[in-house]
């Protein structure tokens, strides 16, 4: 049984966060033990929402309580997202602290989230610096898309090898291994989208049709999905064709339906059994 601490958003409503990554780890066959930054009733893209964010101590009190339990040492990896605050970031890091202290083997898996292509930077002034600077230094796993990639990188890359020069300057801050989502280089073709797991020197790419919705929480379930099966088989290589597989799914299912909200229940085979899989290769 593989147990993973998840730190990140929640809302009652639709799928991000925490509401997007603790189902399909737990379809997996996961054990999580969520909590939660912030308690919305939906996310932020509809305009409006009512609810609160919470601060670094109480993130903090609720880790208190779980290791209160005696489990830190059962922890497998801490996995975390957007982070609303300096505060919240900094009891992230202190959280994994406390787990590696516990289990030296378990992993840190950050979603460095900062922003996106056309909509640039999103988060808080400081996000991003405490992203560089603080988190993704000590992260095992990080899961930029290739805007954050650049960000973290401190450049723009369009080609292949400047994409893989990017993620050797991101590894240099601390991770092991990085996968790069909604990757656009020269070479994608218009109506595809890459993703790239790398370490060590090795990347490996995974293709996928482009779909024409656009939906939130699906970087938050793919880098879930990635850092199980990172778990299970040590390979970036195996994590990145099974992750790429169940997300497609899970997006082509909800386009198909005409979903604002990921179908993130409906889809859940594709978690287990995705209904198609695409080639890894090396790159």
């Given at each position: 049984?593989?147990?993973?601490?998840?730190?990140?958003?929640?809302?009652?409503?639709?799928?991000?966060?925490?509401?997007?990554?603790?189902?399909?780890?737990?379809?997996?066959?996961?054990?999580?033990w969520?909590?939660?930054?912030?308690?919305?009733?939906?996310?932020?893209?509809?305009?409006?929402?009512t609810?609160?964010?919470?601060?670094?101590?109480?993130?903090?009190?609720?880790?208190?309580?779980?290791a209160?339990?005696?489990?830190?040492?059962?922890?497998?990896?801490?996995?975390?997202?957007?982070?609303?605050?300096?505060?919240?970031?900094?009891?992230?890091?202190?959280?994994?602290?406390?787990?590696?202290?516990?289990?030296?083997d378990?992993l840190?898996?950050?979603?460095?989230?900062?922003?996106?292509?056309?909509?640039?930077?999103?988060?808080?002034?400081?996000?991003?610096?405490?992203?560089r600077?603080?988190?993704?230094?000590?992260?095992?796993?990080?899961?930029?898309?290739?805007?954050e990639?650049?960000?973290?990188?401190?450049?723009?890359?369009?080609?292949?090898?400047?994409?893989?020069?990017?993620?050797?300057?991101?590894?240099?801050?601390?991770?092991?291994?990085?996968?790069?989502?909604?990757?656009?280089?020269?070479?994608?073709?218009?109506?595809?989208v890459?993703?790239?797991?790398?370490?060590?020197?090795?990347?490996?790419?995974?293709?996928?049709?482009?779909?024409?919705?656009?939906?939130?929480?699906?970087?938050?379930?793919?880098?879930?999905?990635?850092?199980?099966?990172?778990?299970?088989?040590?390979?970036?290589?195996?994590?990145?064709?099974?992750?790429?597989a169940?997300?497609?799914?899970?997006?082509?299912?909800?386009?198909?339906?005409?979903?604002?909200?990921?179908?993130l229940?409906?889809?859940?085979?594709?978690?287990?059994?995705?209904s198609?899989?695409?080639?890894?290769e090396?790159?």
């Open positions: 049984m593989l147990n993973v601490l998840s730190i990140q958003s929640h809302v009652a409503y639709g799928h991000v966060g925490n509401a997007a990554a603790v189902f399909p780890l737990q379809r997996l066959g996961v054990e999580v969520p909590v939660h930054t912030v308690q919305f009733s939906n996310h932020t893209g509809y305009g409006k929402w609810g609160r964010v919470f601060d670094g101590l109480a993130v903090e009190e609720v880790v208190d309580g779980i209160d339990r005696g489990v830190l040492p059962a922890c497998d990896a801490v996995l975390s997202g957007y982070l609303g605050s300096a505060d919240i970031g900094h009891a992230v890091v202190q959280t994994v602290s406390r787990v590696r202290a516990a289990n030296p378990a840190y898996c950050c979603d460095p989230v900062i922003g996106d292509v056309g909509r640039g930077v999103f988060v808080r002034p400081g996000i991003e610096e405490l992203m600077e603080v988190a993704v230094p000590a992260a095992d796993v990080v899961t930029p898309n290739h805007y990639l650049d960000l973290l990188a401190g450049t723009t890359t369009r080609s292949l090898d400047s994409v893989k020069d990017a993620v050797a300057a991101v590894q240099a801050l601390g991770p092991r291994v990085v996968l790069t989502t909604s990757l656009d280089a020269e070479d994608t073709p218009d109506d595809a890459d993703l790239l797991a790398s370490e060590g020197g090795r990347h490996y790419r995974v293709r996928t049709p482009k779909l024409g919705l656009s939906v939130n929480g699906a970087g938050d379930a793919i880098a879930a999905l990635f850092l199980a099966h990172l778990l299970r088989t040590g390979s970036p290589a195996d994590a990145l064709g099974a992750a790429a169940s997300v497609f799914g899970l997006l082509a299912r909800t386009e198909a339906e005409g979903s604002r909200e990921i179908l229940v409906a889809a859940q085979d594709e978690y287990v059994s995705p198609r899989l695409f080639a890894v090396e790159v």
